[in-house]
Each structure stands twice: as structure tokens, then as C-alpha cells.
């Protein structure tokens, strides 16, 4: 009776043992090319390479009443935009507060509208932005980072809760 074809981890099934040294060799390349590839469509798809499908994020406030939308990875010295969204005001000054992790990292910051005024308040930043009683907020914070990294922080618009922002700086 014929010996049945030994099959080793390497060897894809329905394929003799018989292969050649060499055909192992490129059976791994041929799967550690293909994760390569699948790593560079998930960065693509992230937003690592320019505006991805899964590089936009919306956050909300705990209550719902502000929204903030930004690029999960920006680029190191390029401007970014941040919007902020909030629920109808009843004051026609809106105080917007940034947490000290994004006072310190975000450079050349301005607003649209623009603030009405700016305070240091320790280490973090506050903005009176000139609203409308009855209407809806709407901010774009325009900004640039030096240095590459993770930026954590969070954005606080009126009396309401803060809402976390994460960023992935790329050279």
C-alpha cells in the first residue's frame, strides 16, 4: 500500500511534503507580505496617509449638549480643524475651556468665530466666544502641534460637562 503524503505545519493542505526548501521559504515572505499589506490599508484607513474613512471622530458630552468632531491623526506643524457644537446658550458670551494637556501642545490656536477674549487660567486656556441667546454655538478651533505624540485632553464648552479629545501627531 502507498505511504500517505506527510503534511508539516508549513505545507498547505492538499500539498505533498515533497515541496523544495526554496517554496517554504517563499510560502512565509508571501504571508508576511500580505500582513505588511493589511497593515498599510488599516493606517490608510486611519487616516495615516491623508483623510481615511475611519480618521473623523464625533464625541459627545455626557448630556448631549455639546459635540466636538475632529481628525483622529493630524500631521506635526500643519494646521487642524476642531468643531465644537453646543446646544442653544442663553448668554451672548460662551466660555469654551481647553485642559492644560491641550494648552501646552496646541499652537497658533484661533477661532472662528472670534474669541472675545482669552484667559490663561493656570495651566489651561479659556475662550469668551461671542454667541447669540437662543442659538445654537458653533466654534471651529483651528490649531498646530510641534511635536509628534499622542495629545489627550479635553475641550469643555459653557457649563457643560468636558468632552475628551485624543490626537495622533505624525511627522
Known sequence: MPEEPRHTDDTPAGVPDTITPFQRRMWRAQRVAWGVKAAFVAAALAGAFGDGPLSHVERRSPSGRTTVAWHRVVR????FDIEVHGAPVSWARTPLAASPAIARRFESVRL????????????????????????????????EVRAVGR??????????????IDLLVLP
Open 112 to 143: 472662528v468665530p472670534d474669541a472675545a477674549r482669552e484667559l490663561a487660567v493656570g495651566e489651561a486656556m479659556r475662550w469668551e466666544v461671542a454667541t447669540v441667546p437662543g442659538h445654537a454655538v458653533h466654534v471651529r478651533i483651528t490649531a
Open 76 to 79: 506635526a506643524q500643519a494646521p
Open 151 to 164: 495629545v489627550r485632553g479635553a475641550l469643555r464648552l459653557g457649563d457643560d460637562e468636558s468632552v475628551p
